[in-house]
């Protein structure tokens, strides 16, 4: 089960971290992956973490601006959001799956077996 928060409304170049709380995994063998939507539109991936080791994947669009962490201890991961642009408007959704993030590659929506129930981010002056 993922339970994800820190949805909400910002001003452009503003700041926000979204959190996605995972239980029932027993091992840190999966990757935890942030995905966006945008009504009318088709899924995007945005980033991923691998929770074993940390090693990290990031779409273009996010890069620099976005980090992705997580505390293997409380099994949760964060997506830290700064200089947010209207166009990184959308519904937010964690997922997890038994994966490997690799840097160059963006796993597949598929591939993720676990959803979280979404979070809305609009960044609007």
């Known amino acids: 089960q993922l339970v994800e928060s820190g949805g909400g409304l910002v001003q452009p170049g503003g700041s926000l971290r979204l959190s996605c709380a995972a239980s029932?995994?027993?091992?840190?063998?999966?990757?935890v992956g942030w995905f966006r939507q945008v009504a009318g539109k088709e899924r995007e991936g945005v980033s991923c973490i691998s929770m074993s080791d940390g090693n990290t994947y990031y779409t273009g669009s996010v890069k620099g601006r976005f980090t992705i962490s997580r505390d293997n201890a409380k099994k949760t991961v964060y997506l830290q959001m700064n200089s947010l642009k209207p166009e990184d408007t959308a519904v937010y959704y964690c997922?997890?799956?038994?994966?490997?993030?690799?840097?160059?590659?963006?796993?597949?929506?598929?591939?993720?077996?676990?959803w979280g129930q979404g979070t809305q981010v609009t960044v609007s002056s």
């Open positions: 997922a997890a799956g038994p994966l490997y993030c690799y840097s160059d590659y963006e796993q597949p929506a598929g591939g993720y077996d676990s």
């Open positions: 029932g995994f027993t091992s840190d063998y999966y990757a």
